[in-house]
């Protein structure tokens, strides 16, 4: 059985990491057009590097909760049969075990060259314009796609959609597309579809099945179920 995992920010929420999804619309206080556009960047570029800096920075401060652990126990029994596809930019996913991670999003732990378009692993700060590792000039940017851009690995997502037997979205609101296409993509593709949410999600009629409640205890018992 062929299985992908759709995480969004509900499951990052149960290790504390904050998201901009809360009550309030703001990111950290930040209203996203500010943070998370090409245009924020091109406008205030140290105010934007100085917020994913910090958000950076607070992955030291929080840790996998045991969502993130169940399934990284389900990859290692599931192996090259279970894809995570993430739209958190977080790296709790690795933290926890996972090595077949999709972050469609991009990743904090990244950063993405504007005059070359590398991409390359990274830790520090970048609101220092550090130079690319690759072509040497300032214009490393974080590596997160923002608003109005073009979200990453499409292709293969799809791909592995159209050989799912069973798809599976944690903690995501499904208000988001194109993540929020992926269950009705799936279940046109012929695959079983779950929902693991807080609550109800927009999408939550297009399922199969439904369980609500918190990602730290949901998912850990559907891993238990399957591996019997
Ligand atoms: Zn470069």
């Known amino acids: 059985m062929r299985i992908v995992v759709l995480t969004g920010a509900g499951i990052s ?5 904050p998201t901009f999804r809360d009550a309030d619309g703001l990111w950290e206080g930040h209203r996203v057009e500010d943070v ?3 245009a924020a960047y091109d406008a205030q570029p140290a105010v934007v590097h100085q917020f994913y800096d910090a958000r950076r920075a607070a992955l030291a401060g929080v840790e996998p909760n045991p969502a993130h652990l169940a399934l990284a126990r389900l990859e290692r029994a599931w192996g090259d049969d279970l894809l995570v596809v993430t739209q958190n930019i977080d790296d709790l996913h690795e933290r926890a075990g996972s090595t077949r991670v ?3 999003h991009g990743s904090l732990r990244s950063a993405l060259c504007r005059a ?3 991409r390359v692993e990274w830790e520090g700060d970048l609101g220092h314009f550090p130079p690319c590792p690759a072509c040497h000039r300032l214009e490393l940017r974080p590596d997160v796609v923002w608003f109005g851009e073009i979200p990453y690995e499409l292709d293969r997502i799809f791909g592995a959609l159209e050989r799912a037997d069973l ?3 944690v903690g995501t609101s499904g208000a988001v597309y194109p993540a929020a296409g992926f ?6 593709y012929g695959a079983r579809t779950l929902e693991l949410n807080l609550e109800p999600s927009e999408g939550s009629h297009f399922f199969d099945e439904a369980r609500h409640g918190r990602a730290g205890e949901l998912v850990p018992a559907w891993v238990d179920e399957l591996l019997g």
């Open 36 to 38: 998370a556009t090409p």
């Open 183 to 188: 269950v009705q993509a799936a279940a046109a």
């Open 116 to 118: 070359c378009g590398s």
């Open 102 to 104: 999709l972050h469609m």
């Open 167 to 169: 798809f599976v979205s």
């Open 13 to 17: 929420a149960e290790s504390g990491v």
